[in-house]
């Protein structure tokens, strides 16, 4: 392949990854995932 066709190919899925983060950002899935986190890291813990 061309360079200009990888860097092409990389500016896409680079576009795709940002529109589905913020997305998800936008839906409250950053909280959700953060909240599951918490609660696996205080149960590894003990605590929870």
Known sequence: MRER???????CLMAGGLV??????LR???ADVLRK???IC???????
């Not at 205080?42 to 929870?48: H, K, N, Q, R, S």
């Open 5 to 11: 066709t990888k860097n092409i190919i990389a500016l």
């Open 20 to 25: 589905a983060l913020i997305a998800g950002i």
């Open 28 to 30: 409250g899935e950053a």
């Open 37 to 39: 986190a918490t609660m």
């Open 42 to 48: 205080l149960e590894c813990i003990g605590i929870g």
